[in-house]
């Protein structure tokens, strides 16, 4: 009994048709289920075009990857021009063609009248609880018990540090075996109270500097394990991931991002990601995680305050202040 086999242009074609309705319709239609939302996920024009043209190099490669290939490729289309598969055929075929290229070459450059692009929101907030308005960050203004508490940690050498970084400072004692723990950070009001506190006399004023630089140091660690990826070292929306996006995630460095808004909106908006966007600023529109899924209020907290520091802006003042 002899294989089936599909002549070698037959399957070209259909593999192409089958590629561009995976693309075109598959692809959507599961992002519909894999996201739960109302409406699939389409797939941008330009996109299509790329996998279509990948899909056509590489069959152009196996077309003619041997002159057997090549000439089973090209007997239907001479059979069809030689008229053999009726003429009728033939002509069927040789006004159908230019005429459905001439259709799609019309339809791109015909003008059309159709409702204008809706504007994208830079920052939506219809479905913003309005008990996020007055919240503020935790860790920009450190309460006096918890300065208290750290200076107390500082006297006994105690410190704890998030567990993102704590072993890497562990490793670092064991290596360099420092007079405090402290020693590794750098800035000016750490140097200050180590130095206070070898005098015996640290200040409220000193510690309290060196406690924000701390959360700093956390929020910076923090934000460059899970942000940095798309917004950059820059917080400028440059980051090595962010060509890859259809909007380029947003330059907090701009006058008109995040010291437009209040601490509270960017906790909310961190903390539910793109999926959580109402409906004017579309899902696609925002690739951010849910971070309420992965980081805790005061990861995020510090994320945030590493975020203003980095951009050296200042969040909006609430209205009711």
């Known amino acids: 009994m002899s294989k089936f086999k599909i002549n070698r242009f037959w399957s070209v074609v259909a593999t192409i048709l089958v590629i561009y309705g995976i693309v075109k319709w598959v692809i959507p239609a599961v992002s519909r289920n894999i996201t739960s939302l109302p409406f699939p996920l389409t797939v941008p024009g330009t996109l299509v075009f790329i996998y279509m043209a990948l899909t056509c190099v590489a069959l152009f490669a196996l077309v003619t990857f041997s002159d057997e290939f090549l000439e089973e490729f090209w007997a239907p289309i001479r059979k069809m021009l030689r008229g053999e598969y009726t003429k009728a055929f033939r002509l069927l075929v040789l006004v159908a063609v230019p ?47 918890r300065v208290t508490a750290f200076i107390e940690q500082v006297k006994e050498d105690e410190i704890t540090f998030i567990p993102q970084v704590q072993k890497d400072i562990d490793a670092w004692k064991e290596e360099a075996d420092p007079d405090h723990t402290l020693e590794f950070l750098p800035q000016e009001p750490v140097k200050k109270l180590l130095a206070e506190l070898k005098a015996e006399k640290i200040t409220e004023a000193t510690a309290k500097e060196a406690l924000h630089q701390i959360d700093l140091y956390e929020g910076r660690t923090l934000y460059a394990m899970n942000c940095r990826p798309c917004h950059g070292d820059s917080v400028a929306g440059d980051g090595p ?34 999926p959580g966007l109402p409906t004017e600023a579309t899902p696609w529109d925002s690739a951010m995680p849910e971070w309420k899924k992965n980081l805790t209020d005061e990861e995020r907290w510090k994320i945030i305050l590493a975020e203003y520091d980095l951009a050296e802006k200042t969040p909006r003042i609430p209205e009711s202040e």
């Open 99 to 145: 005429a459905v290229i001439g259709w799609q070459v019309y339809d791109i450059t015909v003008p059309k009248v159709q409702l204008p692009s809706s504007l994208r929101i830079q920052h939506p907030s219809s479905n913003f609880p309005k008990k996020f308005e007055d919240m503020k960050n935790p860790f920009n203004e450190p309460s006096k018990d």
């Open 241 to 274: 991931m962010a060509d890859g996006f259809k909007l380029r995630p947003i330059n907090f460095t701009d006058n008109g991002t995040i010291e437009t808004i209040v601490e509270g909106y960017t906790f909310w908006r961190v903390m539910n990601g793109g």
